[in-house]
């Protein structure tokens, strides 16, 4: 039937009860995964009788449908041990801290020079950058139209440069 659990320890471990409520009485019925061998046919039998003579005396299905609970529960702890997933214990990592006193205070502010240096040294780069004709304006595209990769309103990729559109840029090259 594949009942319950397609893979693993506990594969096919389904089970299915099948109430049949009539007019004046109720008929029970059950499908067992064949991973569930300990479950008898006379013990699961039992159970039905159990529930249906609950359904006569009281006339509840509330009440059968609790006794058949029941009495299933019994019999597969009886049967069967809970299955137990191993866990895996947490681990604590530590990580390492800033030293403190003078120590840290010395780490923190090197951080902080080198920082200033890096800043520094990019200020002073920068201007250099930008003479051997590095752009870095986000805003301009390749062509320096004001709009990303270089296009713009009806400029159809054109430069917004003057020029004779030879494809120089007017170095004198």
């Known amino acids: 039937m594949q009942l319950g659990l397609p893979t693993g320890e506990r594969k096919d471990n389904g089970f299915v009860f099948l109430i049949v409520v009539e007019p004046?009485?109720?008929d029970v019925h059950y499908g067992v995964g064949l991973?569930?061998?300990a479950l008898t046919a006379s013990e699961l039998t039992t159970l039905n009788r159990a529930a249906e003579e609950a359904y006569q005396s009281t006339q509840s299905i509330d009440q059968a449908l609790l006794t058949l609970v029941q009495?299933?529960?019994t019999l597969a702890r009886k049967n069967y041990a809970p299955l137990i997933y191993p866990t895996s214990t947490?681990?604590?990592i530590d990580l390492p801290a800033l030293p403190s006193g003078p120590l840290g205070i010395l780490t923190l502010c090197g951080l902080l020079c080198l920082g200033g240096f890096f800043l520094l040294f990019?200020?002073?780069m920068l201007p250099k950058l930008a003479r051997s004709g590095i752009?870095?304006?986000p805003g301009l595209g390749s062509?320096?139209?004001?709009f990303p990769f270089g296009g713009g309103r009806g400029g159809g990729g054109r430069s917004t440069r003057g020029g004779s559109g030879s494809g120089r840029s007017g170095r004198g090259n």
């Open 35 to 37: 991973g569930l061998p």
């Open 90 to 92: 947490p681990q604590t």
């Open 71 to 73: 009495e299933y529960d």
């Open 135 to 137: 752009n870095f304006n």
């Open 122 to 124: 990019m200020i002073w």
């Open 24 to 26: 004046t009485r109720i």
């Open 143 to 146: 062509r320096g139209s004001g």
